[in-house]
């Protein structure tokens, strides 16, 4: 194909692309295949200037505004759109670029570094303080009014507050939705009968244009500034981009969390290897990258925009997607510790967030329904925390009508028994004990890192210890000997016997890891033992309120529930899982084998945080995160993961987010670390 052709069939691509993006909020390309698709059209036009065209989509902002319900609004200065850079070396060239036109003047004041919000643009224009009009990017000059569906978003403040703000500005920022108000919208709209929203950036861009705000108002929208426009050349309360958004902030608008001023480019890369690696998997809301602004606005100005599209000054970081489509090719059956049957994605192997992904978890088959999955769909895959993949739903309208819906599995597909249905856990059992399935996997609990923490033994491992007749159940580990595992020589001189790949100082160490693990403290055994509804946080609190395995497992019904954090099944579960012959001949041999049976802190019982919960956020000055959590459950107070009205208070560090967003919401006391220490010293 000639370059020319090339670039008809780009552009032609490109433009669908765009429309189906922001004007129809139903992408049929990932924004890592259109990043793709630009950039190669970019450099075709740069090698063949003669086949240039302004209608390009490399000299456009956005797409054409949509013929819609919705009024159109002209924007007071018009939105740009960011170049971008993949990498370092990219990265470096564009400050090459800079430092041609302005030298070291950037210097001075370095440069501000910024989520890049994956949601959608809007630019919300403030008249004497009071919310006037709020607008979609649309084609960068004219967007769509939307003031009133603006309005519905708790995010966006209906007055500014504070002062020194101009009679009239245009606040720039993205309307997105958190992963977990996606989760709940969808679910709701399956429970429904509706179809499923294909990611949350579209969601959002969909929301923002309904006719009716009442149904704007329904969604999980929320909102963060970045940015402003003014007419004319008033005077300004800031000198640099992170002035300005103190500045944001000041006025009551939401400014995104770990943003950071560099003084010079290597502490840019310093901060984008952070985001991307440590920072972005724990983030609430989806972002594609970082966004690198020169610090100083006058430097800004002096810049300028190329093309009426790009200012020089700023460049988006972008990032490995955290969020692909790929297709589920089938859905496996799992036998878990507790028997429980639970649905894994086969993905066709897409790369999300830098790592190749081949599954994906489900959790259960009641979630396949209410995602309506089905095996063939195109399906949007993101990674969750640091390494486990989800499924964040299918896209509906990429389907062909050969899909196949997911049945519920009526027996155990390791040992074949006929499968329970639990209604009120909304879960289907395995009831065989003795399960192969359920007993490899009752073991790879037990040695995990957050139960007895045996190091060496992975489920191939495991595997091979069942299989040489040394391990039945967790018990069995502690009678194993190192001759046992390293195979002899036999008269042929081939090895025989033990187990394979063991050798004498591998075998040394795996027995002494499983000695050592003797001295875990009840709160790791009890989370070992694969009690039904008992895992690392309520074991900590059995172990710590009863102190001994002795009373806990002497305990009634009653004495269980009465802990603050036990309910009537957790505690049904516990007590009859001790009066199980078969649970209690595990006790009695790791009692044997010397495994300990007591806690060797009880949480205080009048301790000054005595059943509150507490959130951290944020980075403390001189307490880690652990020393915190230890601190305050030494003194009878709960972590918990997330802000809400049975919060107590909230302790924040530097560059707490969205939780201490929450808080403030709310009315929560925010305490600081010198706040908690002085707290404690009561």
């Known amino acids: 194909m000639s370059a020319a052709d090339r670039v008809v069939a780009l552009r032609r691509q490109l433009e669908q692309a765009a429309h189906e993006y ?206 402003f426009a003014v007419p004319g050349n008033p005077a300004l309360p800031f000198r640099t981009q992170w002035e300005l958004l103190e500045t944001l902030a000041s006025w009551g608008i939401p400014v995104a969390p770990h943003r950071r001023a560099c003084a010079t480019l290597d502490a840019v890369h310093a901060w984008a290897r952070e985001l991307e690696s440590a920072l972005r998997p724990g983030l609430p809301f989806a972002i594609d990258g970082g966004v690198v602004k020169v610090n100083q606005l006058s430097l800004q100005s002096e810049l300028g925009v190329v093309g009426g599209r790009v200012p020089r000054w700023a460049i988006a970081r972008k990032f490995a997607p955290d969020i692909a489509e790929t297709t589920l090719l089938d859905i496996e059956v799992q036998v878990g510790r507790t028997g429980a049957l639970t649905p894994r994605a086969v993905l066709a192997p897409v790369e999300v967030g830098g790592a190749t992904i081949n599954y994906a978890t489900l959790h259960n088959f009641e979630l396949v329904a209410e995602k309506d999955l089905r095996i063939g769909d195109t399906v949007q895959v993101k990674r969750a925390g640091e390494v486990i993949p989800q499924i964040l739903g299918p896209v509906p309208e990429k389907r062909s009508g ?145 102190g001994t395995m002795d009373a806990l497992s002497s305990a009634s019904v009653a004495e269980l529930e009465a802990l603050h954090g036990v309910g009537a099944t957790m505690a049904q579960a516990v007590h009859d899982w001790f009066r199980q012959p078969a649970a209690r001949t595990v006790l009695d041999k790791l009692r044997a084998a010397g495994v300990r049976m007591d806690e060797p802190r009880a949480q205080a019982a009048d301790g000054v945080f005595k059943g509150m919960k507490i959130v951290l956020t944020g980075t403390l000055p001189t307490l880690s995160r652990a020393q915190a959590t230890e601190l305050i459950e030494n003194a009878g107070g709960k972590i918990t993961s997330s802000v809400s009205k049975a919060t107590d208070f909230v302790v924040a560090g530097d560059e707490a987010g969205s939780k201490l967003d929450k808080a403030k919401e709310l009315g929560i006391d925010v305490l600081s670390e010198a706040d908690l220490l002085a707290r404690l010293a009561t």
Request: aromatic fraction near 6%.
């Open 22 to 227: 922001y004007v129809l909020d139903r992408p049929s390309l990932s924004d890592f295949e259109y990043d793709k698709l630009f950039r190669e059209l970019q450099a075709i036009e740069r090698d063949h200037p003669e086949l240039r065209d302004a209608d390009s989509p490399t000299a456009r902002v956005g797409a054409t505004v949509s013929e819609s319900h919705l009024a159109k609004h002209e924007h007071l200065v018009p939105m740009a759109s960011l170049d971008n850079a993949f990498d370092e070396t990219e990265l470096a060239e564009w400050e090459e670029r800079v430092r041609k036109l302005v030298g070291d003047a950037v210097d001075a004041d370095g440069y501000c570094c910024e989520l890049k919000i994956d949601g959608a643009a809007v630019s919300i224009t403030y008249r004497d303080g009071v919310l006037a009009t709020g607008a979609t990017r649309g084609n960068g000059s004219i967007g769509e009014d939307v003031t009133a569906n603006l309005r519905t978003i708790a995010d966006v403040p209906r007055h500014l507050d504070g002062k020194d703000w101009p009679a009239v500005i245009e606040i720039r920022g993205e309307v997105y939705m958190t992963f977990d108000g996606f989760e709940r919208m969808n679910a709701e709209r399956a429970r429904v009968g509706e179809p499923v929203f294909a990611n949350p950036r579209n969601s959002a861009a969909g929301a923002l244009r309904q006719k009716d705000p009442r149904e704007t108002a329904k969604k999980p929208l929320r909102f963060y500034g970045y940015a």
């Open 402 to 546: 050969t899909e196949r819906v997911v049945a519920v599995p009526t027996h155990c597909p390791v040992c074949g028994s006929a499968a329970v249905r639990d209604e009120a856990e909304v879960a289907t059992y395995c009831p065989n004990l003795a399960c192969p399935g359920r007993r490899l996997e009752a073991l790879a609990h037990f040695t995990s890192r957050d139960a007895m923490d045996i190091r060496g033994l992975s489920h191939q491992r495991l595997e091979q210890l069942i299989a040489a007749g040394l391990v039945e159940d967790a018990a069995d580990l502690y009678g194993i000997r190192a001759e046992q595992l390293v195979p002899r020589k036999g008269a042929d001189g081939a090895p025989e016997g033990g187990v394979p790949g063991f050798q004498a100082k591998s075998a040394t160490a795996l027995v002494d890891a499983i000695t050592a693990s003797k001295q875990q403290p009840l709160t790791r055994l009890l989370n070992a033992l694969g009690i039904r509804h008992v895992g690392a946080e309520s074991a900590k609190l059995l172990a710590r309120s009863f």
